[in-house]
């Protein structure tokens, strides 16, 4: 849940008014109506770093005229799927702790001016007339973290004067980057100047390609029904022709495929004016084709092996999956998070970084490793791309070892779907313009339509009741009247268990959002709701049985000392928020209400086992593996 930093808009409103004034009334650039308050509506994803307002800079002519200056890369041959790249820079006369390396992509993306997009910006809040690049930089590191860099430990002659001494001295450095396969030529530029003032000193000679930008990956799976008899895999290639998933004993099928384009993704309307995204604009990245295929005649519980592709692009490597179990088995194993999203493994720079995420996802594929976890549910928050859509493919293949041997199933946050003007619930612009779009396309999961982001499913013991807190949840809307049926029907001799799941939360300490909890939660009180488990705020919080705000019951301790909720009798849900999965962590102040019971800053994530009288959830800390919360709720 991001801080509003309002300082900030007080002094990009002022900036915006002095701007005005300087514009003479013929000026071809006009600024739009209400652009002040666009202002503060996007100063969300935009006033976080120097580095995410990059693009927005002007760029500065250098006025360096060194002919010795050169960048280039150790390992000149084609990129792999995944590796670190050296970058070399060397021939510097003066090092700097401005001096600085983009990775660019697609390389042959616009680094001096993109003057056709300048009203886009606008709405951004950086008000410079000439932004520096048409295609955001995929991530920069500074040179001076080369710790030979500032001193020049690594010296060169490059003049000698007639009697054999040196006359001039260059320094070198080396930065690594992280670089997955995301299709598209890379190449990298030295900056100085750093990301306030930046100037361009040179380039790499030549691109650097993929050896093979059509390659099948990321493949990630996910839940169709509840009989768990198939299971859906969504992978990622530049191939648009059909490819296979080849599973079990010689089984097949051909995938679906489709992609989107800049044109799917969302602008603002304001007063018959179109301003631009991210999306559509300086954070577009063509997302290649995305393939689905269904493996179907499976068993529950049970370990397949599968790989996919085609003989023209190449195969995965074969990988081992389990189906999880199905509804109204005895037991489920699952773990839950929200609000993840991804950070990089070279310590480079990015649009939107996680911190937690690195840990989490260790932690969460040792647990899938020892055989203990049945399904993943990531309610929200997925990749944080927010616009730039290359960072989905940072996050793929991040969650590729936990979602490729699992089913992984996911719920829409706002930072997948809100934009000004594009029908979502809250009119933020979090999802940077995606609108959705993006995650849809990646995490099918079993909704009633497009843009229908609401689902339940059936595991082992447990009836999951999946909504979209981004959509319209009020009385007569599709949503609730959807909820309303699905809870009703739960045969709870099969299913004894229901959890309640989505993103915005009903309870936290820090603030939620009233109508939701007055119009949602008497449907949680009329069905019996066991747990209610959300995420956006980014710690860990969990209540008494609670409704209107009130403690209808309190658990006691069992003889391991563990918080006991007995829904025997059932009086009310208990809710908990998971939201302290990779984004920075929310602190919670020293008064609580008094329906918190529990409250954790850590990352982490909840492991919940449920049986069919037992549902056991333990928050683990990622970073010590410790368990810091557990609870029960019993039914005897």
């Not at 990245?285 to 592709?309: C, E, N, W």
């Not at 299913?495 to 119009?519: C, K, N």
């Amino acid at each position: 849940m991001e801080q509003r930093l309002t300082h900030h808009v007080y002094k990009l409103s002022f900036i915006l008014f002095i701007f005005c004034l300087t514009i003479p009334s013929s000026s071809s650039f006009e600024l739009q109506p209400s652009t002040a308050d666009s202002v503060y509506h996007h100063l969300n994803y935009t006033a976080i770093s120097d580095f995410r307002v990059l693009n927005r800079r002007t760029l500065i002519q250098c006025p360096d005229p060194n002919p010795y200056l050169r960048i280039n890369v150790t390992d000149n041959a084609d990129l792999s799927d995944d590796q670190f790249v050296t970058v070399n820079v060397s021939g510097v006369l003066v090092p700097s702790d401005s001096d600085w390396v983009a990775m660019i992509s697609p390389s042959y993306s616009n680094v001096t001016t993109c003057l056709e997009s300048e009203a886009y910006y606008i709405q951004t809040g950086d008000t410079s007339t000439l932004p520096l690049l048409c295609h955001y930089p995929v991530k920069a590191k500074y040179v001076s973290s080369d710790p030979d860099y500032i001193s020049c430990k690594n010296k060169e002659c490059q003049k000698y004067d007639n009697n054999g001494d040196c006359e001039v001295t260059t320094c070198s450095g080396s930065v690594s980057f992280h670089v997955v396969n995301i299709r598209t030529d890379i190449e990298f530029v030295f900056f100085t100047g750093g990301f306030s003032t930046p100037c361009v000193l040179t380039r790499t000679d030549a691109p650097l390609k993929f050896s093979n930008p059509n390659s099948p990956l990321y493949g990630h799976l996910s839940s169709i029904d509840s009989t768990a008899t198939s299971m859906r895999l969504t992978w990622v290639s530049g191939e648009k022709e059909p490819q296979q998933v080849q599973y079990g004993d010689g089984k097949s099928e051909t995938s679906e495929v489709a992609t989107f384009s800049a044109d799917d993704m969302c602008s603002e309307f304001r007063l018959g004016s179109v301003v631009e995204s991210p999306a559509k604009d300086f954070g577009w990245h063509d997302p290649g084709y995305i393939h689905t295929a269904v493996m179907s005649g499976l068993q529950p519980s049970t370990a397949f092996k599968y790989r996919y592709g085609s003989d023209a692009v190449g195969w995965s490597e074969e990988i081992e999956f389990r189906t999880p179990p199905a509804g109204g088995s005895d037991e489920v194993k699952f773990l839950v998070f929200g609000d993840m999203g991804k950070a990089p493994l070279d310590s480079s720079a990015e649009h939107y970084i996680q911190p937690g995420s690195i840990s989490v996802i260790k932690a969460m594929t040792e647990e899938v490793e020892s055989g203990n976890v049945d399904s993943i549910f990531h309610i929200g928050d997925i990749s944080y791309a927010t616009g730039f859509l290359v960072e989905w493919d940072f996050f793929l293949h991040l969650i590729t070892p936990l979602a490729s041997k699992v089913t992984y199933m996911t719920a829409i946050g706002n930072h997948e779907r809100d934009y000004v003007d594009s029908g979502s619930w809250y009119p933020g612009p979090d999802s940077g313009g995606e609108c959705g779009v993006p995650y849809e396309s990646y995490f099918p999961m079993p909704t009633p339509a497009k843009d229908k982001p609401w689902y339940s499913i059936e595991q082992g013991s447990v009836h999951f009741t999946v909504i979209s807190t981004e959509h319209d949840w009020t009385q007569q809307s599709e949503q609730y009247e959807w909820m309303k049926t699905d809870m009703a029907s739960v045969d709870r001799s099969k299913t004894p268990w229901l959890i309640f799941t989505g993103h915005r939360p009903m309870y936290s300490s820090l603030g939620a959002d009233d109508q939701f909890l007055e119009v949602v939660e008497p449907l949680l009180l009329d069905n019996k709701v066991d747990l209610v488990l959300f995420g956006h705020v980014h710690n860990y919080e969990r209540t008494c049985s609670v409704y209107n705000s009130e403690c209808l019951a309190m658990p006691t301790k069992d003889g391991n000392g563990i918080d006991t909720y007995d829904n025997s009798n059932y009086t009310a849900p208990v809710q908990a928020i998971v939201g302290m999965a990779g984004f920075r962590l929310d602190k919670f102040s020293d008064d609580a209400p008094s329906w918190s019971l529990k409250r954790i800053s850590e990352f982490g994530y909840v492991r919940a086992d449920a049986t069919k009288d037992e549902l056991k959830l333990e928050f683990v800390n990622s970073d010590t593996k410790d368990v810091e919360d557990s609870f029960i709720i019993t039914k005897k």
